[in-house]
């Protein structure tokens, strides 16, 4: 049996070797669990350039604080970041202050941009380091203005929630430029959202389509699509990609991410020609988070983490045990959330004495 990678074709074992040592050339990892981590939050921590994970830590506070809690208070997402380290574990520490009410919804490549959400009033922000601007209130504000990503200049992609007279969601795709909203394009659609801008300042996201012929009317359905200055260029084949699919994440040369649910769920890689890579199409349960530059694409397939090179699925615990990572051993590795260029990971994981309801995050630091 033989596969193709990018033109050159060679024997499967050899193919997977050579493919996976030429984009995951790394030595080895650390390994440094993440403390403070709370799941339940809107937006999973991120790594930038540096190795720097940003994200949210768990903060208590008590009903009179922020509305919604219980009688008690409850805990809260607060902005904060865990150091570039080779320690076994680290600490968060907190972005804006302790008491700042700032949680992150998004953040930059490069670590220098975040979108923000207020837990207090649910106005949106974004900041550069720890200068905080929020946005005019008739720039983007509860109810239903909704922060998903931003890019390394600040742009910031996502929707405006809202329901028309019949009670049907009328999503409308935004983008945020030099903090000023601009609704794109629906083409037809209904409704729309915009899920990840790159740093070139293309747009990728869904459209909620009418039902096609012969379905169900009831039956609108979302289809991956991509704006490019403005316009929509690209919307997904149905009768390639199935389902209910989304972009997820998109790199600077025009890679996307696609996930999509009909049945199970599935993804796919989609180059900017159009050109469409089932990821681990014999499993009836794949999700992908996260591509990089290099189009080394993470997630989970089958319960298990791994990640995919030129379409082809990894084992993580077999790629790590392969760099001699033995620390992670014992671990059920259970998705890659996220990579950066360097080849750096987080990881979500659950040791052998955890309850089947825990979850734990770590960072595997790649090594030269």
Known sequence: MTIRFKGAQCAWALALALCV??????????????????????????????????????????????????????????????????????????????????????????????????????????????????????????????????????????????????GVSVDQPLVWRNGLRQSLPLNGAVGGRAQTVNNLGDVAGALWFPPLPGTNAADFVWRAARWQQGAVTWVADPAVVAGASVVTAMNDRGDMLVSSRNGGYSAFVVSASGQVTALSPQRSMVLAYDINASGVAVGEAGGRAVFWVNGVEVDLAAHLAAKGVTRVGNWQLLAVLDINDKGSMIVRYRLPSDAASTFRKARLTALP
Not at 39 to 58: C, K, W
Not at 100 to 124: H, I, K, M
Request: without cysteine.
């Open 21 to 166: 040592s030429q984009t995951m050339a790394q030595s080895s990892y650390t390994v440094s669990t993440l403390d403070g981590v709370h799941l339940t939050f809107a937006a999973d921590e991120r790594l930038d350039e540096a190795d720097r994970v940003l994200g949210n830590r768990s903060r208590f506070v008590f009903q009179s604080s922020i509305g919604g809690l219980g009688p008690f208070g409850g805990y809260v997402p607060r902005s904060a970041y865990w150091a570039a380290s080779t320690s076994t574990t680290v600490s968060p520490t907190s972005l804006f202050g302790s008491a700042a009410e700032w949680s992150t919804r998004a953040v930059s490549d490069n670590g220098r941009w975040q979108a923000l959400a207020s837990t207090a009033t649910d106005r949106l922000a974004r900041s550069q380091g720890t200068s905080v601007t929020r946005l005019d209130a008739a720039q983007g504000t509860t109810p239903g203005h909704v922060v998903t990503d931003i890019n390394n200049i600040g742009d910031m992609a996502g929707f405006n929630s809202s329901r028309n007279g019949d």
